[in-house]
């Protein structure tokens, strides 16, 4: 079956400005999970998705927000850019439980400037 | 709160060495438990996890991992890397029937040399 696509791949934005990623989970799974990867932080969960709901969201500012579709097709948007933001952006799926894993896709590297 | 705390940052064997990479949690109540590799330039792959039954598990690769309740311990093992192990290693845990939020400790850099 196909994996998690995340679109773009790469992005460069200017401080400020907004972006929008998109993520299309595995056929099927109807969870969504966004987690920043940056050298100095690690890994950390944003929020998730799940039918529509954000059921949990980390400690980010609100500038960071997100949705889920109906097709479960989800998107995140960061709003008024810092250069801190530049960061790979990874989306997971997986079913309800989490009982399958969780599936990554290749990311969206975004760099801010 | 959850936390993760991988103990070791880098690592340096050479091939046919065995490898340990020691994880511990910190939440308490039920958790999952997972090992997840980053090789360069691609994105995260499952290599294990534990959710309940046997704590000694097996994942892909020639990769294992034990869960220790009483130390909290999800250790990463193989017995002979390879150079191809040649990756960062991350532990994470989830919440047993919690939303699927992942906690990653802030992995270790594996390399192998030939």
């Known amino acids: 079956k196909a994996g998690v696509t995340q679109t773009p791949r790469y992005l460069i934005k200017t401080r400020g400005q907004q972006v929008t990623l998109s993520c299309s989970p595995i056929?099927?799974?109807?969870?969504v999970s966004w987690y920043q990867q940056t050298p100095g932080q690690g890994l950390q969960f944003l929020f998730e998705?799940?039918?529509?709901?954000?059921?949990n969201k980390g400690n980010f500012p609100g500038r960071f927000s997100g949705r889920q579709f109906s097709n479960s097709r989800s998107e995140m948007n960061v709003s008024t850019l810092e250069l801190g933001d530049s960061a790979l952006y990874l989306c997971?799926?997986?079913?309800?439980?989490?009982?399958?894993?969780?599936?990554f896709g290749s990311g969206t590297r975004l760099t801010v400037v | 709160a959850q936390s993760v705390s991988q103990h070791n940052h880098h690592v340096i064997l050479s091939e046919a060495a065995s490898l340990e990479l020691g994880c511990n949690y910190s939440?308490?109540?039920?958790?999952?438990l997972f090992w997840y590799v980053q090789y360069p330039g691609q994105h995260l792959q499952l290599l294990l996890k534990?959710?309940?039954?046997?704590?000694l598990v097996k994942g892909i690769k020639g990769f294992e991992a034990e869960f220790i309740k009483s130390k909290f311990s999800f250790n990463l093992r193989k017995p002979s890397v390879q150079w191809s192990d040649t990756a960062e290693y991350f532990c994470?845990?989830?919440?047993?029937?919690?939303?699927?939020?992942?906690?990653f400790g802030a992995g270790t850099r594996l390399a192998v040399h030939p």
């Open positions: 998705y799940f039918s529509e709901t954000q059921r």
């Open positions: 997971a799926s997986s079913d309800t439980s989490g009982g399958d894993g969780y599936t």
């Open positions: 534990y959710f309940s039954g046997d704590p």
């Open positions: 056929s099927g799974h109807r969870s």
């Open positions: 939440y308490g109540g039920t958790v999952n």
């Open positions: 994470a845990v989830s919440r047993r029937g919690g939303y699927n939020k992942l906690i």
